[in-house]
């Protein structure tokens, strides 16, 4: 399915609004880190470089694992009403994981 263009300038403004409310609290802290806690500069900055490292080794971790306990759930459940609903799930999760891991 390809997105038109006023479709990408959608998702892009609200993903532009979500980083915009999230980088004021970002800033915020790194000053109250220095200035309050006095933090050396060096230090306040490696925590936050370090929080994105583990947030980028956990993140796919984390999905990947719940995502095979919904697709075992599934599998293991043996109602013939859920059978195409199950199938279309597990599909879709799929999906999800190989997009959600780059």
Same mark, same amino acid.
């Given at each position: 399915m390809k997105l038109s263009i006023s479709e990408k300038l959608g998702y892009a403004s609200g993903d532009f609004a979500s980083n915009l409310?999230?980088?004021?609290f970002m800033f915020f802290f790194l000053i109250f880190y220095t200035d309050v806690f006095g933090l050396p500069m060096g =230090?306040?900055?490696?925590?936050? &470089?370090?929080?994105r490292i583990l947030d980028g080794i956990t993140d796919p971790l984390? =999905? &990947?694992?719940?995502i095979c306990v919904i697709l075992i759930l599934f599998y293991v459940l043996?109602?013939?009403?859920?059978?195409? =609903? +199950?199938e279309d799930l597990a599909i879709s999760l799929l999906k999800i994981r190989?997009? +959600?891991i780059y």
């Amino acid at each position: 399915m390809k997105l038109s263009i006023s479709e990408k300038l959608g998702y892009a403004s609200g993903d532009f609004a979500s980083n915009l409310f999230w980088q004021t609290f970002m800033f915020f802290f790194l000053i109250f880190y220095t200035d309050v806690f006095g933090l050396p500069m060096g =230090i306040a900055s490696s925590l936050y &470089g370090l929080s994105r490292i583990l947030d980028g080794i956990t993140d796919p971790l984390l =999905i &990947g694992s719940f995502i095979c306990v919904i697709l075992i759930l599934f599998y293991v459940l043996d109602d013939k009403l859920v059978k195409k =609903i +199950r199938e279309d799930l597990a599909i879709s999760l799929l999906k999800i994981r190989n997009f +959600r891991i780059y």
